[in-house]
């Protein structure tokens, strides 16, 4: 569980997060939206300790994260925009194992973490590829297994569909749906929802720093577009029904 508690971070004059609460649970799936400027990344790099809040708190599993960033490392994965910045390795998997070796684990366990890194983004077998020769939404594939292969709790996602081409795209949202339908919590930061009704338990709108909403998907039309966040087509509890495409909400899963 992620625990945020009348956080606040500044930057010289920004107060680009400003009393903030709210907490995540195992297993949820949040969508954190607001507009470019409004502190998600801020946000959310508070929660593995990148970013420390100048007032307030943040926990991970009950330990204030200041007290033991690595633990919060571990239990919080993270992907950021541009994944080739964070590629380490010449190959798939010895990218992949990069973080299961500095936790120091054995190579039996490095071998099978790869593994279930690299089927559950579909890239099963890929190990020997180059990272180099991938295409963009493989090479985000790759950057979200390396997070993976971190067994988290929870993985946040900041920006993941940036950059990609629309095929890449849906492929990445429906990698998504499948991890978050075997239990990874998800926190994904975004100014795009297309899709992202279906992976949504909750919906968090930021504006200016302050956490202006935190409903489910389908009270979250009104808030999003007064705080200038484009509501796609589709989207849950809006005009044109649920959301739209080959992406179904889980039956029966709910907060
Ligand atoms: P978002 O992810 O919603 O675009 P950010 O968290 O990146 O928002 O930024 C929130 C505010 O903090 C913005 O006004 C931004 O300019 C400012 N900011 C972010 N990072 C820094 C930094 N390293 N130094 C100074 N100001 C920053």
Redesign the pocket.
């Known amino acids: 569980m992620i625990e945020v508690n009348s956080v606040r971070v500044g930057?010289?004059d920004?107060r680009?997060v400003d009393d903030v609460s709210f907490a995540i649970d195992d297993g949820e799936g949040v969508v954190l939206a607001?507009?470019?400027?409004?502190?998600?990344?801020?946000?959310v790099r508070t929660f593995n300790g990148l970013v420390s809040p100048d007032i307030g708190t943040v926990r991970v599993d009950g330990t204030p994260v200041h007290e033991n960033p690595a633990a919060a490392r571990q239990a919080v994965s993270m992907v950021f925009q541009h994944p080739r910045d964070g590629i380490v390795a010449a190959t798939i998997g010895a990218d992949v194992a990069f973080g299961p070796e500095n936790l120091g684990c054995d190579r039996a366990e490095i071998d099978r973490r790869v593994d279930r890194a690299l089927s559950a983004v579909g890239l099963d077998s890929r190990h020997e590829d180059r990272v180099d020769a991938l295409s963009g939404g493989e090479r985000a594939r790759v950057a979200i297994a390396g997070a993976l292969a971190m067994e988290p709790t929870h993985l946040v996602l900041d920006e993941p569909f940036s950059g990609l081409d629309e095929p890449s795209r849906r492929s990445l949202l429906s990698h998504l749906l499948e991890l978050r339908r075997d239990g990874t919590s998800l926190v994904i930061?975004t100014h795009d929802l297309r899709d992202l009704g279906a992976l949504a338990d909750r919906v968090l709108v930021?504006a200016n720093?302050h956490l202006m909403a935190d409903v489910p998907p389908e009270d979250a039309a009104d808030p999003l577009s007064k705080f200038d966040v484009r509501v796609p087509t589709g989207w849950p509890g809006s005009e044109g029904g649920r959301d739209s495409g080959s992406l179904e909400r889980e039956p029966g899963r709910s907060p």
Request: aromatic share 6%; glycine share 24%.
């Open positions: 930057y010289d920004v680009a607001g507009a470019n400027g409004s502190g998600k990344t801020t946000l930061v930021l720093g």
